[in-house]
């Protein structure tokens, strides 16, 4: 049985303040024992929410991560760093990314690596734009994504990670892909896993992202190969957070 796990993405929103009222917010509404949960917050509030959640079950993540160890790489920011921090997790090719900033499949793979050379686990976002679906590539895109990633990293260090699947064209649209048409993608991500190894292929979590809010969350949450979700404009909002945490 597969644990599930409710992911929030903030973006690049908020303020210092906003951050630690919201994470606290989060927080009064989970209670001792609860797991997988986990918010991932703008780098500069890392440090601040740290402190803040370090006896709750809300875990912290990043939203990406540098593809390099450390030296002359302005701007960027290393896995050491996000350790350091408690970071759990980090966002690795989100689909922001891989559009306004140029990240490939390629450098996809090695931040993936990087992230988890430091035992911060990657989450790799993989997913299909809208002119992809209509011309029936969905498949072939997700798996270039993450073959990409299989190739670089190899199928065991999949253990340790977790796959988002987000159709761009859900992303922050207001537009879901159907329970149906989000397991089918999510079932071939873990088949296609399985061909390789099917232990990790049953163990891994693979989240949907796209749209996802109270009204919708439980019917995606209940398909067979959907492990929870990765969360964007709903997850700025503590109640509609927590009500899709509590519809798992
Ligand atoms: P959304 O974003 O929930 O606002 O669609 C999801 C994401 O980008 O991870």
Redesign the pocket.
């Known amino acids: 049985m597969r644990q599930s796990l409710i992911m929030g ?1 903030w ?1 690049m929103n908020g303020s210092r303040e906003s951050a630690k009222s919201l994470a606290t917010a989060i927080m009064a509404g989970l209670k001792e024992g609860d797991t997988g949960i986990a918010a991932c917050v703008p780098y500069v509030y890392l440090a601040d929410l740290q402190e803040l959640t370090a006896n709750s079950p809300l875990a912290v993540g990043a939203q990406n991560v540098a593809d390099q160890e450390s030296g002359a790489y302005t701007g960027e920011i290393s896995s050491t760093m996000l350790k350091e921090l408690g970071c759990e997790y980090a966002l690795v090719g ?3 990314r891989r559009s306004y900033y140029g990240d490939t499949d390629e450098s996809v793979a090695t931040r993936f690596c990087e992230a988890q050379k430091n035992g911060v686990t990657p989450v790799l976002c993989i997913g299909e734009t809208l002119e992809e679906r209509e011309a029936n590539k969905t498949f072939d895109v997700v798996n270039t994504q993450l073959d990409a990633v299989i190739e670089k990293a190899g199928i065991e260090a999949l253990k340790n990670s977790v796959i988002a699947y ?1 159709p761009v064209w ?4 207001g537009v879901t892909a159907s329970d149906e048409q989000a397991q089918e993608v999510h079932k071939a991500i873990r088949e296609r896993i399985a061909a390789k190894d099917q232990t990790i292929a049953e163990s891994i979590q693979i989240l949907y ?4 809010k109270p009204a919708n969350a439980k019917g995606l949450l209940a398909m067979a190969d959907i492990d929870g979700g ?5 997850s700025l909002d503590a109640e509609s957070f927590l009500a899709i945490y509590q519809s798992v």
């Open positions: 993405n973006k989100h689909s922001e987000e859900a992303i922050g649209t992202g796209g749209s996802m990765l969360i964007g404009g709903a």
